[in-house]
């Protein structure tokens, strides 16, 4: 889930509160069966400017790795949160795919983590992504994460093993001890592999953002680069979706990273507001890709 400086500024306190406890998943349907603002008519149209032509972006090469930038003082990963402001207009959608130790349980009552309506829908619309996936997520829906990790359209990042913070405060979340976060980043890439996820990337997102310099230095040896983002979409919780659309549409720029979920548990509206900001912001002129992308252009 989303908790950073940038979105405390962005998100009131009681839905950045509310934001720590969402849970995100998405992918093909194999889960368990189970059960004041803007309209959407109020997003402002815009007039096309030089629409991008949707593409499947070509994956790297077998064996090239994905682009990281350089290792901070003492070994510390690196933080990324937006491209080239002057590089294009270019765009990076990612979605947490968070699940906690603790939510097998709903789980396994039929509550849904999954969204695969979304995954479909960027899939017809060729809409390139970056899923920042928890290990538990994966262990809990392996088939779906091969789905996910063996389409070129998309690349799996890691979001720690079972989204507990790395630093205080951080929104209640339970907290990884600075000796274990280096163990907990790997535990993740751990479960990826079992999963059979192919195109996974070394990127790494901190759970609610929340990171100091320390855990930094401690995830450093990992050799993961940290990615953050610039733009907040607000999807987590809303009831509407037009005015995450509008959020999304109102704050893009060059080189933006979008964060947003993907889950019907959590992020119910999330898939009919891609179906408005996909061709928003192409109207606008944007193309997507995905974090590697934005990274080796950097």
Same mark, same amino acid.
């Given at each position: 889930?989303?908790?950073?400086?940038?979105?405390?500024?962005?998100?009131?306190?009681?839905?950045?509160a509310l934001l720590c406890g969402a849970l995100a998943a998405c992918g093909a349907d194999?889960?368990?069966?189970?059960?004041?603002?803007?309209?959407?008519?109020?997003?402002?149209?815009?007039?096309?400017?030089?629409?991008?032509?949707?593409?499947?972006? $070509? =994956?790297?090469?077998?064996?090239?790795?994905?682009?990281?930038?350089?290792?901070?003082?003492?070994?510390?990963?690196?933080?990324?949160?937006?491209?080239?402001?002057?590089?294009?207009?270019?765009?990076?959608?990612?979605?947490?795919?968070?699940?906690?130790?603790?939510?097998?349980?709903?789980?396994?009552?039929?509550?849904?983590?999954?969204?695969?309506?979304?995954?479909?829908?960027?899939?017809?619309?060729?809409? =390139?992504?970056?899923?920042?996936?928890?290990?538990?997520?994966?262990?809990?829906?392996?088939?779906?994460?091969?789905?996910?990790?063996?389409?070129?359209?998309?690349?799996?990042?890691?979001?720690?093993?079972?989204?507990?913070?790395?630093?205080?405060?951080?929104?209640?979340?339970?907290?990884?001890?600075?000796?274990?976060?280096?163990?907990?980043?790997?535990?993740?890439?751990?479960?990826?592999?079992?999963?059979?996820?192919? @195109?996974?990337?070394?990127?790494?997102?901190?759970?609610?953002?929340?990171? @100091?310099?320390?855990?930094?230095?401690?995830?450093?040896?990992?050799?993961?680069?940290?990615?953050?983002?610039?733009?907040?979409?607000?999807?987590?919780?809303?009831?509407?979706?037009?005015?995450?659309?509008?959020? $999304?549409?109102?704050?893009?720029?060059? %080189?933006?990273? $979008?964060?947003?979920?993907?889950?019907?548990?959590?992020?119910?509206?999330?898939?009919?507001?891609?179906?408005?900001?996909?061709? %928003?912001?192409?109207?606008?002129?944007?193309?997507?890709?995905? $974090?590697?992308?934005?990274?080796?252009?950097?």
């Amino acid at each position: 889930m989303i908790h950073s400086s940038r979105a405390r500024r962005v998100l009131a306190p009681a839905a950045a509160a509310l934001l720590c406890g969402a849970l995100a998943a998405c992918g093909a349907d194999d889960s368990p069966a189970g059960p004041g603002k803007p309209s959407a008519a109020s997003v402002p149209a815009v007039k096309p400017t030089a629409p991008a032509t949707p593409t499947t972006p $070509v =994956p790297p090469a077998a064996g090239s790795p994905a682009p990281t930038l350089a290792p901070g003082p003492g070994g510390a990963a690196p933080v990324f949160s937006h491209g080239k402001r002057d590089g294009g207009k270019r765009v990076a959608l990612t979605f947490d795919a968070d699940m906690t130790a603790d939510q097998d349980k709903r789980a396994a009552r039929g509550e849904r983590f999954d969204n695969p309506q979304l995954i479909a829908t960027l899939r017809r619309l060729k809409v =390139p992504a970056t899923v920042f996936m928890t290990g538990k997520w994966a262990e809990q829906y392996p088939a779906q994460a091969r789905s996910i990790g063996g389409d070129p359209l998309f690349e799996v990042a890691n979001h720690s093993y079972a989204h507990h913070a790395f630093s205080t405060p951080c929104y209640k979340l339970p907290t990884v001890p600075l000796k274990g976060a280096r163990a907990d980043v790997e535990r993740a890439f751990d479960a990826f592999r079992r999963a059979g996820v192919k @195109n996974t990337v070394p990127y790494f997102r901190f759970p609610g953002g929340c990171h @100091n310099d320390a855990v930094l230095r401690a995830i450093g040896p990992t050799k993961a680069t940290a990615v953050q983002w610039d733009v907040v979409s607000g999807d987590a919780f809303a009831k509407q979706a037009g005015p995450v659309a509008e959020a $999304v549409l109102s704050q893009v720029k060059p %080189g933006s990273v $979008v964060v947003m979920h993907c889950t019907r548990s959590a992020a119910p509206v999330t898939e009919e507001a891609i179906r408005r900001i996909v061709p %928003g912001l192409r109207a606008k002129g944007y193309e997507f890709v995905r $974090v590697s992308d934005l990274i080796a252009a950097r």
